[in-house]
């Protein structure tokens, strides 16, 4: 089967009272602080969920389509009671071999190598492909995701989430009119790795596009941003791929922009152990308290 995943949303040149959320990539870390953030908000009297546009990149596509299913309340819950995996080292350091370092040693070496951010994505690509061949677990990571998701429908509301196409290094953006399951659009956007195939085609992690796709907001009036690596990014600063510039351009544009980042002690968890599973009660906790501080400043700006 052949899929046809949207095109990037096109939106006029004036911005509109519609508001929408964006909730970036972060590991396993930044999808338990993304929905702690969440419930946070919405305890504190801010219900953000029912934004016009949400958009999900990564670990934040998982977190878009869990809020499309269940309350921030209930996901939250249910990060606190989720049984405690052992630490098996010190919070700040990561694992040797196959582990996570390997991996962002591997494309730190393909960015190094990369003259533009297309050539970049094009190459990431080509190395998830190469990956696959040696061992397709596409079926195995689809089930994980479904796991992880209280419904697998796609929501009436729009939800926007982002991948990348392996073969072309085009930007890929899937919504309920792609004619794919919402799981196979989460697993694409958060196959970070190896390439995530669907029908003919196979896609890699929407944050090569860019971390938290805010831009694909545009058009909306009012632009929550939640960001748990903080708008920062591995790529060259002329590259244009941090939060800093898509910020700038909503702005340019007529859109008012809010972000919200973890606070600076709870910054460990979201760089080499963002997919340290035991850290994901502290992350949601974490974001939690900072929504419940936050949502009175974010009222006037959100309704």
């Not at 898509?246 to 859109?255: D, H, N, T, W, Y």
């Amino acid at each position: 089967m052949n899929t046809t995943p949207s095109s990037i949303p096109h939106t006029d040149s004036t911005v509109s009272s519609r508001r929408a959320l964006v909730l970036g990539g972060g590991g396993s870390t930044g999808n338990a602080w993304l929905i702690g953030v969440l419930a946070g908000l919405a305890d504190a009297g801010l219900d953000v969920t029912g934004a016009d546009r949400i958009i999900g990149t990564s670990a934040g596509s998982t977190a878009a389509a869990q809020i499309s299913g269940a309350s921030p309340g209930e996901l939250y819950a249910s990060i606190l009671r989720a049984p405690l995996p052992q630490r098996t080292r010190p919070p700040g350091t990561h694992a040797a071999g196959q582990g996570v370092p390997s991996h962002l040693e591997r494309t730190d070496r393909i960015i190094a190598a990369s003259a533009t951010a297309s050539d970049m994505r094009r190459r990431m690509g080509a190395a998830a492909l190469e990956l696959v061949a040696a061992h397709d677990g596409s079926e195995r990571w689809r089930t994980t995701v479904a796991a992880r998701l209280p419904v697998h429908g796609w929501p009436e509301h729009e939800l926007l989430i982002t991948a990348v196409d392996a073969a072309t290094g085009e930007a890929t953006v899937f919504d309920r009119r792609s004619g794919i399951n919402l799981v196979d659009a989460v697993a694409a956007s958060c196959s970070s790795a190896s390439a995530y195939q669907i029908g003919d085609n196979s896609y890699i992690d929407g944050g090569y596009r860019r971390n938290e796709n805010a831009d694909l907001a545009a058009g909306c009036g009012r632009v929550l941003v939640l960001s748990p690596f903080s708008g920062r990014t591995r790529m060259p600063l002329e590259w244009g791929m941090q939060l800093a510039a898509q910020v700038e351009e909503l702005r340019s544009a007529g859109s008012k922009v809010a972000v919200i980042s973890p606070d600076s002690e709870a910054d460990y968890m979201f760089g080499a152990n963002a997919m340290d599973l035991s850290l994901r009660p502290a992350a949601a906790q974490a974001g939690y308290n900072q929504g419940k501080a936050c949502a009175g400043r974010l009222a006037e700006f959100w309704r």
